[in-house]
């Protein structure tokens, strides 16, 4: 994926978007979700929210800030692990 300064492809975003649904389909035990869905409307909590942060961190390889929880939907998730934690797949 290409990076140019803090600029990011597209197709790098829905690298990234397609991770997030998958985590969170798999740990909240929802088939659809959209990029406007709030992780914690769909039924998340704290224990599930660690879970989370857990498989993201595992498919990232990377250490995420327990700050992204303050990102409650897909979009703003994408938005702070590609701007904040700098990850692109």
Known sequence: ?????????QSSEDDVERIVVKVWQDVLGVDQISSDHNFFELG???LTALRMLSQLENAFGKQLPSSLFKEPTVKQLVDFIITKA????
């Open 44 to 46: 998340g909590n704290s």
């Open 86 to 89: 700098g990850i692109l797949p």
């Open 1 to 9: 994926m290409k990076q140019q300064g803090s600029v990011y492809d």
